[in-house]
Every structure is written in C-alpha cells, then in structure tokens.
C-alpha cells in the first residue's frame, strides 16, 4: 500500500458525459501528479500541482483540467468523453518539486467510455 | 524533448534465469533513471533508482547501472522467479525546467516467468 488513495476504482460512463476522478497524497506530500496509462500511448503524465498551484502540464487535453485543494487532495476532470479516453488514470505523490523525491503511485482509476 | 525506449516484449522466462531488460534514454541535462514495476491489477511501484553517471541502484535482487556515455539503464536480475512476473517500466526525470518532477516512461515490457 503506497498510501495513495484514488476513487472510484472503476467508472463506466457514456461518450459526451463528464466524470471526476479523485486522488488523496500520502500523509505529508504537497505535489500531486497525474498520469493516463492507455494501451497506444503508454504512461504519459498529464499535470502536476504542488501546494494548491499547477507547475508542469504535459500532454493533458483541453477538455481535461484538475485541481489541488486546501487539504491538499485533488480532483481531475474530464468533459465530453470520447471512446479514446477509456484508459487506467493514476495519481502520484511526493513530498516535494525535488527531483530525488520519489513519487508514489495509486491503484489507479480504470474509466471506460462506452 | 525527453525520451525513454524499452526493448520490445513480451519476455518469456523459466524460473531462475537471466534477466536483461534493455533501457535507453534521450535526455537534456543529468535526469535521474528510475525502473517501476507493475504488477497485476496494482499502481506502480518504484523498483530501484540511479541519480547520478556510475550510480548502480539495486533492490529484492535487480539492479541497474546509470551509464551516462550509452545513456542506458538496463535492468537485470540473476534468477528470477515467478513471482517477478509483471510490467516493468523505465522512466527518467529532470531535475529541474518547466517540466521538473514530471517522469517520462518507456512503453513498458510484459516479463513473464514459468516455473
């Protein structure tokens, strides 16, 4: 158990709906970071926050967009859904903008787009 | 931009083994080189890391070496078992820009070892 919590574990949703998935950091991390695991594109990291505040987005599309709360957990949220963006979604953590900070991995959120 | 490339799987195995799985990385700077391993239905988790040229990160038996003039991080393991059986990914991540923190993977390669 890395102490990543991510919710719900799987979600099954039409094209054009809007879903959000939900990610808590191990106890002390301030950067949160998402990534889509999809089977024609691999791992790829879709944005970061540290403390509340965006500090590097990747390959994340306009019809994603994310947060990072108070409490420090964050949300990420996906609009118009298309058949292409059924994949596995994790969440990662760390204690800081480090690189030497390891990042730990969730379970993972599976979201299919029917 | 940064990149990682994997050798092509799947790796089919019996147990106790050798295990070469190759790495090679594209990269701006001296990013760190990490290896993650996924197994079934599970997140990933950190394997073992190298931050700097020489450093040889090693964990439950694999190692891998950071060699800076290849620019490779292969993974080995000297005997492996079934219960290795999973996803392995490569990544590496630069310490700092616009993109600090962010890691970037190779495709990942499926190891599956029969007893």
């Known amino acids: 158990d890395s102490g990543v919590t991510q919710t719900p574990k799987h979600l099954i949703t039409a094209t054009g709906q809007r879903v959000t998935l939900r990610c808590s950091p191990r106890s002390g991390d301030l950067s949160v970071y998402w990534y889509q695991q999809s089977l024609d594109q691999g791992l790829q990291f879709l944005i970061q926050y540290y403390n509340g505040e965006e500090r590097a987005k990747g390959n994340i599309l306009e019809r994603f967009s994310a947060q990072q709360f108070p409490d420090l957990h964050s949300e990420l949220n996906l609009s118009s859904l298309e058949l292409g963006d059924s994949a596995l979604y994790f969440c990662?953590?760390?204690?800081?903008?480090?690189?030497?900070?390891?990042?730990?991995f969730g379970p993972g959120t599976r979201l299919t787009v029917l | 931009g940064n990149s990682v490339t994997q050798m092509e799987g799947p790796v089919t195995l019996s147990e106790e083994a050798f295990l070469t799985i190759n790495c090679t990385y594209t990269?701006?700077?001296?990013?760190?080189l990490f290896w993650y391993v996924q197994y079934p239905g599970e997140g990933l988790q950190l394997l073992l890391k190298a931050t700097k040229a020489d450093d040889k990160g090693s964990n439950k038996g694999f190692e891998a070496t950071y060699r800076k003039e290849t620019t490779s991080f292969h993974l080995e393991k000297g005997s492996v078992q079934v219960s290795d059986s999973a996803v392995y990914f490569c990544?590496?991540?630069?310490?700092?820009?616009?993109?600090?923190?962010?890691?970037?993977f190779g495709q990942g390669t499926i190891l599956t070892v029969h007893p």
């Open positions: 990662a953590s760390s204690q800081g903008l480090a690189a030497i900070n390891e990042q730990f």
């Open positions: 990544a590496l991540r630069n310490a700092g820009g616009t993109s600090y923190g962010k890691l970037t």
């Open positions: 990269a701006t700077g001296y990013p760190s």
